[in-house]
């Protein structure tokens, strides 16, 4: 099936036995795997290698943040990994992006980092804490630009910003949506939220899914049903 936009699992629980019963009951509509922190945290690189055996492309969640020579190193490192999709936070500044985004061109050829702007956490206030008096809106857009100008390959971004962030930056650039929710689905803390096919439509190559397919009694029948959505 040609896809123009795809479904990322988050396989946001525990323990890597409980990532084996999630990916047990996926079914083969299943191509993305998106492992965050927290089992990144517990069970590291085999677990991605594990992941990756089962035949998955996976977005390692890590949002790097640390000095440009630091980060350009992890980014060194995972070249030795199967990782497609990497995270790294735009707020890290231009030299910080460009030396990942060198790094990943040298060690990591395979691998697309994507950089996230303002966590979806922060709102006005939570920025001006930190010093930011910028509407988060302009911020967003103010890191994607320079984000896109140092070469990262792609943005994590609401639904709200995909459709703007697209026009913008035109169609070279990857963008990847969660907050993504199913007709009837609770919205749990997300603010905001999209179906599918909006983000699709808004221009999402990606979208990232958890709790809509983990908490599915039948998690393979959704994604199929998601998957067609998407092809149409
Ligand atoms: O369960 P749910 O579908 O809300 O999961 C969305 C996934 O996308 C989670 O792994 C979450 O950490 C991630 N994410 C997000 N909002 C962002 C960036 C990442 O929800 N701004």
């Known amino acids: 099936m040609m896809m123009k936009c795809d479904v990322i699992l988050a396989l946001d629980v525990p323990t890597r036995d409980d990532a084996r019963a999630v990916l047990d009951r996926m079914g083969p509509d299943l191509r993305w795997v998106k492992i965050g922190l927290q089992l990144f945290t517990r069970h590291g690189p085999e677990l991605v290698e594990e992941v990756a055996d089962r035949g998955y492309s996976v977005f390692l969640d890590l949002k790097l943040h640390d000095i440009p020579n630091t980060v350009a190193k992890a980014v060194a490192s995972l070249g030795s990994l199967p990782v497609r999709l990497l995270t790294v936070h735009a707020s890290g500044g231009s030299e910080m992006l460009r030396r990942a985004e060198e790094a990943r061109q040298t060690h990591a050829p395979e691998l697309k980092l994507l950089a996230v702007t303002v966590l979806t956490s922060l709102d006005r206030a939570g920025l001006k804490e930190v010093g930011i008096e910028a509407a988060p809106p302009d911020q967003v857009r103010r890191l994607a630009r320079l984000a896109a100008a140092c070469g990262v390959g792609g943005l994590v971004c609401s639904p709200l910003e995909t459709a703007d962030l697209r026009d913008e930056l035109g169609a070279g650039v990857t963008l990847v949506t969660p907050g993504i929710r199913l007709?009837?689905?609770?919205?749990?803390?997300?603010?905001?939220?999209?179906?599918?096919?909006?983000?699709?439509?808004?221009?999402?190559?990606?979208?990232?899914?958890?709790?809509?397919?983990?908490?599915?009694?039948?998690?393979?029948?959704?994604?199929?049903?998601?998957?067609?959505?998407?092809?149409?």
Do not use: Y
């Open 183 to 232: 007709p009837g689905d609770s919205a749990d803390e997300q603010k905001r939220i999209t179906t599918p096919a909006e983000a699709a439509r808004a221009g999402a190559d990606f979208i990232v899914m958890g709790r809509p397919l983990l908490r599915a009694e039948k998690p393979a029948e959704v994604l199929a049903a998601v998957r067609e959505q998407l092809a149409s």
